[in-house]
Structures are given as C-alpha cells and as structure tokens.
C-alpha cells in the first residue's frame, strides 16, 4: 500500500477507535461518571455545540434590544424621532409654498397688477397645491385584447367570480 492510504487507514482508526472516559473520586477511587467515546463523536458534538451557540447569539443579537449597542444599528428612537421630523418638515414646507404664494399675490396687488377684485386668499391657495398632470386613460389595444381574453375565461368557467372565494 502507498503511504497516503496507510496514513488514511491509520487516522480512521484512530477518529473511530473507542475511549472510555471515566469520572473518580480522588479520595476514594469511586468511579462517578463512565463514558464511551470516539474522538469522531467529540468532533461531531463539539462542531454542532458551535453551530448551536452561534444559532443562538444571532437569534438574540436580531430579535432583542441588544442589537441597539452594535454600532450601525440605529435605536428604535431614533428611527422614530427621524419619521416624526420627515413628516413635519414635509408639512412646513407645504405651509411655506403655501404662504410664499400668498405674499406674491399680495405683492402683485399692491404693486398694482392685479385687480383687487380677484384676489382671494382661498382661490391663491387652491392655485398653490400640486396637482397631479393630467393622463391619458385610454386602454391600449394590448390591453383591450387581454380584457376580451379573461371575458371569454369567465364565460367558459362555470364557477362565478363571486363564489370562487367561497369553495
């Protein structure tokens, strides 16, 4: 046999070989605790004790408070305390747009370019939110054609629309 195998041979004996490891009272040579082993077994046992342990120190770094002390990990508070002042700055900056239009209105009047008659603080207002453009809401020919498709589906099926959610 080549080295290389009798060096395999040689290491599976020794993982699979059958140790006793034994527990004695030092005073009284009584044997406390008697275990058989292989040194496979102690490898298999210790590798799924680290599997464990790491399982285990994820599941509490993710699912606790803990994972608040890792840094990179912003605090509950503070993604709280951010979303409170996103949607407040929002607001104030409406409130802004809002009032900068009534003080160009204002300033047109008293500049004189604009009647006074057709001033109205509501209708300045009005003018000041956004709207959405106006879009094209024609089907297209594809979807025309995907429409005629499930129609056809609904009148081939026996099952109604409203009782499929039923069977």
């Not at 490891?21 to 210790?46: G, H, K, P, W, Y």
């Amino acid at each position: 046999m080549s080295a290389k195998k009798l060096k395999k041979e040689r290491l599976k004996k020794h993982l699979f070989t059958k140790n006793r490891l034994v527990i004695l009272n030092d005073d009284t040579f009584e044997e406390i605790f008697s275990l058989r082993l292989t040194l496979m077994n102690v490898f298999v046992v210790a590798g799924v004790g680290a599997i464990l342990i790491i399982f285990v120190t994820t599941f509490i770094i993710a699912f606790t408070p803990l994972r608040e002390y890792i840094p990179g990990y912003p605090s509950t508070e503070l993604k709280r305390n951010a979303t409170e002042l996103a949607l407040k700055s929002d607001s104030l900056e409406f409130a802004i747009k809002k009032n900068e239009a009534y003080l160009q209105s204002i300033q047109k009047v008293l500049n004189g370019n604009l009647e006074y008659a057709k001033v109205n603080k509501d209708s300045i207002l009005a003018i000041a939110v956004d709207t959405l453009p106006d879009l094209e809401l024609t089907p297209s020919e594809k979807e025309m054609e995907l429409r005629r498709e499930v129609e056809q589906e609904e009148q081939k099926s026996p099952v109604k629309p409203s009782q499929k959610g039923k069977k």
